[in-house]
């Protein structure tokens, strides 16, 4: 089974500030399909349902504001917010879907001061 | 919209069975894969099993926790996605969301599951 870890549970930034989250891989993501990282980012904020940000790494989801960023390769992953806004709050956690059974990072809860 | 509405939980005994459903709406059902995920304070977020579609002959596949106890079957025709627990055990409990995709682009608000005598 890959083991996804966030090794950070919270964080409490001021907005405006920049933000990275990581996420570590036991096993390479790689998927030969594509040469691309099975790698997902989601955001779950309070009252709602879980939603991607990040598919493949790198790519924004439709609609996804242009100061999440992913990026990472291999093993080693990472989400950044460029510049924090209080609409951020939320639940960040990432997801592998390279190989059954899926599996989910801790998350990293990320509020503002 | 999409929308992905759970029902289905509540409290059951161990060792009892209980049938978790999924209605699916606003995008073609027959076109995607679909899983159950969950979530409890103990383990966090994991899922739980998973069904293909009718071009990948309906396969399922099944977390190791839960492979022999638990049953995933879909209806396209009702845009549905079940998941038929049975021999549930303490460990069962928590939140199960229905996902889409293997990704889970969309997941439902989640219906709650007690296991307790």
């Known amino acids: 089974e890959i083991v996804l870890t966030q090794s950070i549970p919270s964080l409490t930034v001021s907005a405006g500030e920049r933000v990275t989250i990581s996420c570590k891989s036991n096993q390479n993501l790689l998927w030969s399909g594509n040469q691309r990282y099975c790698l997902v980012w989601h955001q779950w904020k309070p009252g709602q349902t879980p939603t991607p940000l990040i598919t493949w790494t790198s790519d924004r989801y439709s609609g996804v504001p242009d100061r999440f960023i992913g990026s990472g390769s291999v093993t080693d992953f990472t989400l950044t917010i460029s510049s924090v806004q209080a609409e951020d709050v939320a639940v960040y956690f990432c997801q592998q879907h390279l190989h059954i059974p899926y599996t989910f990072g801790g998350g990293t809860k990320l509020e503002i001061k | 919209e999409v929308k992905l509405d759970e029902t289905g939980g509540g409290l059951v005994q161990p060792g009892r069975p209980m049938k978790l459903s999924c209605v699916a709406s606003?995008?073609?059902?027959?076109?995607?894969?679909m899983n159950w995920v969950r979530q409890s304070p103990e383990k966090g977020l994991e899922w739980v099993a998973q069904?293909?579609?009718?071009?990948?002959?309906?396969?399922?596949y099944y977390s190791d926790s839960v492979k022999g106890r638990f049953t995933i079957s879909r209806d396209d025709s009702k845009s549905s996605v079940y998941l038929q627990m049975n021999n549930l055990r303490a460990e069962d409990m928590g939140i199960y969301y229905c996902?889409?995709?293997?990704?889970?682009?969309?997941w439902g608000q989640g219906t709650t599951l007690t296991v307790s005598s």
């Open positions: 606003g995008f073609t059902f027959s076109d995607y894969w």
């Open positions: 069904i293909r579609n009718k071009p990948y002959n309906y396969e399922t």
């Open positions: 996902t889409r995709s293997s990704y889970g682009d969309y």
